[in-house]
């Protein structure tokens, strides 16, 4: 079955660090890829997606790209802020047949505390 | 712009007892999700919908029930609540046109079952 696995955390960096939070899968055909973002006390907000193989998603400073051959798409920014801390999920949609109902697979979230 | 709404925002439950949880969209969308977020386990899709008056099991059904009486609202049951069932829940929603299955979050709820 479909399935996203990410690095593990807690990461913890200071202001102005570049971030990377590393994200893989195993999907059958070819899934659609996200990244939400969970701020304390709040639901999932979608950061970022990439529909196809090398498409680059970006949003807020934050980008990731598509990579079939790695069947990866690791977050990164240049520069973290305070307010970018948040919980991170990755996660991949695929089709059922005959149906534009696509079910979303999410990672296990990775929490990011940045520090002044 | 209301987007998704979730009530109630907590809730505290003693094992055996029964609730509803009311998930409301206002973007007119076709499709709805109920999932739960536990720790280390990211989302995992409890029922889902596809339009009115349809529902159909997702990953961990088991304890649940939902229903879908009018396109907007999407209610998820727990008829003798258990433990294991302590958990944040998290509503969503989507277009049936979309194909990228963007899907659209409420704030949750946060249940605890003694």
Request: aromatic letters at 12%; glycine letters at 10%; one cysteine or more.
């Amino acid at each position: 079955g479909d399935s996203v696995t990410q690095m593990e955390g807690p990461v913890t960096l200071s202001e102005e660090a570049f971030l990377t939070i590393n994200c893989t899968y195993t999907a059958t055909g070819y899934p659609s890829l996200f990244w939400y973002v969970q701020y304390p006390g709040e639901g999932l907000q979608l950061l970022l997606k990439a529909t196809k193989a090398d498409d680059k998603g970006s949003n807020k400073g934050f980008e990731a790209t598509y990579r079939k051959e790695t069947t990866s798409f690791h977050l990164e920014k240049g520069s973290v802020q305070v307010s970018d801390s948040a919980v991170y999920f990755c996660a991949l949609s695929t089709h059922a047949g005959g149906t534009s109902y696509g079910k979303l697979t999410f990672g296990q979230g990775t929490i990011l505390t940045v520090h002044p | 712009n209301a987007g998704v709404t979730q009530t109630p925002k907590f809730r505290v439950l003693k094992t055996g007892q029964s609730m509803t949880l009311l998930c409301a969209q206002d973007m007119n969308h076709e499709y709805m999700y109920w999932y739960r977020q536990d720790p280390g386990m990211g989302l995992r899709l409890i029922h889902y919908s596809v339009g009115e008056g349809t529902t159909a099991k997702g990953e961990v059904p088991d304890g649940y029930n939902v229903s879908r009486l009018k396109k907007q609202n999407f209610l998820l049951g727990l008829e003798s609540a258990a433990p294991s069932q302590t958990s944040v829940y998290f509503c969503a929603s989507s277009r049936a046109r979309d194909r990228k299955n963007i899907q659209y979050f409420g704030a949750g709820t946060r249940l605890s079952v003694l």
